[in-house]
């Protein structure tokens, strides 16, 4: 499932996930919100893919037991995989 940070839901319906991606165009990120949501459905271990790691470390003040890692460039991305 996809969590929409817009509302912190996810659906099935593709109406629906439209909607929600077009309002996550202009609604404030409820990210606390969803790192939360993501740890009480069991998922500790988040991955932010992209330049700096703001939300990695972030996501580990938002939830008790949830690591944040930060995967900046191609050689992180390698380095956590096994692949150096």
Known sequence: PVIHNADVASYT?????RDALVRQLY???????TIRLLAAQGVLHQAECGPGKVLAGLTKRCADGVA???LADAAAIESNLGLE
């Not at 319906?13 to 996930?17: L, N, T, V």
Request: zero cysteines; hydrophobic letters at 45%; glycine letters at 6%.
């Open 13 to 17: 319906d593709p109406a629906a996930i």
């Open 68 to 70: 944040g890692l930060a």
């Open 27 to 33: 609604s404030p990120v409820r990210w606390t919100e």
